[in-house]
């Protein structure tokens, strides 16, 4: 069984930061591509970034020159530095996994922890 757990989101006014951190459980020996998505009320759920295993991000364009992406592919976790935040930026934000080995094999398929919310209001 996979468990990703995420922690770090909060109330922050706009134009300061958060740090999202969100660990794999101890079973999995590898990740293939880590990410955060988000979702705001009444709105789907969206890609905030991504790193594969080899350190290639990808970033939504609302996002780009703000967040940052990084993982520790040793401990298997990943966070998100979000700086110059905004009201819009406003959501829940999932840590996703795709792709990962257990001593059983590989699953190609997704995971999600449980979300974590982001206020940015003043």
């Known amino acids: 069984q996979v468990q990703l757990v995420e922690s770090g989101g909060g109330l922050v006014q706009p134009g300061g930061s958060l740090r999202l951190s969100c660990a794999a459980s101890r079973n999995i020996f590898s990740i293939n591509t880590m990410g955060w998505y988000r979702q705001a009320p009444g709105k789907q759920r969206d890609l905030v970034a991504t790193?594969?295993?080899?350190?290639?991000?990808n970033y939504a364009e609302s996002v780009k020159g703000r967040f940052t992406i990084s993982r520790d592919n040793a401990q298997n976790t990943v966070a998100l530095q979000m700086n110059s935040l905004k009201p819009e930026d406003t959501a829940v934000y999932y840590c996703?996994?795709?792709?990962?080995?257990?001593?059983?094999?590989?699953?190609?398929?997704?995971?999600w922890g449980q979300g974590t919310q982001v206020t940015v209001a003043s």
């Open positions: 790193i594969t295993r080899g350190g290639i991000t």
């Open positions: 996703n996994l795709r792709g990962h080995y257990r001593a059983s094999g590989y699953y190609p398929g997704d995971y």
